[in-house]
């Protein structure tokens, strides 16, 4: 079993939709949850972060980490072309590496 | 604009050239890594810097030798090169709170390196 579960898609919605990203993973010591967006031949930009359970909202994304259930989500509302990007679920154990574990990365398009 | 620089965007090598990628940022931050990319892939680490010192080496070749040369730079040093590392080749930095690398780490655009 892979340490970062994520459906690589691609997935592809209407603008204006809601979509929800996910991820599972194994390792019970992750305390840091990040969400990374990628465009097309650029380097990862963070999204967003979360520590240890709970929601987090920004604008029109929302994140949420359940530890009991190892999952991870990524909301975003409203969804617009610019959002079209592939999304990589990032979660990190405390240590002083800051080593993290990508998902494989969803690849998300919001057609006009 | 990214916080991270990184040079050349673009690299072309024979399997037999030395060459370098150089990373900089100035943000203070006291991690700096390298991660290596391939198409429709997930970023994958291959080295890890905390304080100028060498941290985590991911098994990664000989082939490849990283260099901190102090808190802002960082160079992945090329030779020997084969076909298959041709990738983007990923630098981030983050910072080290109180002993504690959160994870938040911020990366340049990447060179993308062609080996021939």
């Known amino acids: 079993q892979k340490e970062v579960e994520q459906d690589p898609g691609p997935l592809s919605v209407p603008e204006g939709a809601i979509v929800s990203l996910n991820c599972t993973y194994s390792?019970?010591?992750?305390?840091?949850f990040m969400w990374y967006r990628q465009y097309s031949r650029k380097g990862p930009e963070l999204l967003m972060y979360?520590?240890?359970?709970g929601n987090k909202e920004d604008g029109r994304f929302t994140a949420q980490v359940d530890k009991s259930s190892k999952y991870i989500s990524l909301f975003i509302r409203d969804s617009q072309p610019s959002d079209s990007a592939t999304y990589l679920c990032?979660?990190?154990?405390?240590?002083?590496?800051?080593?993290?574990?990508f998902g494989q990365g969803t690849i998300l398009t919001v057609h006009p | 604009d990214t916080e991270v620089t990184q040079t050349p965007k673009h690299l072309v090598m024979g399997m037999t050239n030395k060459k370098s990628l150089k990373c900089e940022q100035h943000?203070?931050?006291?991690?700096m890594y390298w991660y290596k990319q391939k198409a429709k892939k997930p970023p994958e680490l291959m080295f890890v810097?905390?304080?100028?010192?060498?941290?985590i080496n991911e098994s990664v070749p000989s082939r490849f030798s990283p260099e901190c040369p102090n808190s802002s730079l960082l160079n992945l040093h090329l030779h020997a090169l084969q076909p298959e590392d041709s990738a983007l080749y990923l630098c981030?930095?983050?910072?080290?709170?109180?002993?504690?690398?959160?994870?938040?780490?911020?990366f340049g655009e990447g060179s993308r390196l062609t080996v021939l």
């Open positions: 990032a979660p990190a154990g405390g240590t002083s590496y800051g080593k993290l574990t």
């Open positions: 943000m203070g931050h006291r991690a």
């Open positions: 979360t520590y240890s359970s």
């Open positions: 810097y905390s304080y100028e010192k060498l941290s």
């Open positions: 981030a930095s983050s910072q080290i709170l109180r002993g504690t690398n959160t994870g938040e780490l911020f």
């Open positions: 390792n019970s010591a992750f305390q840091y």
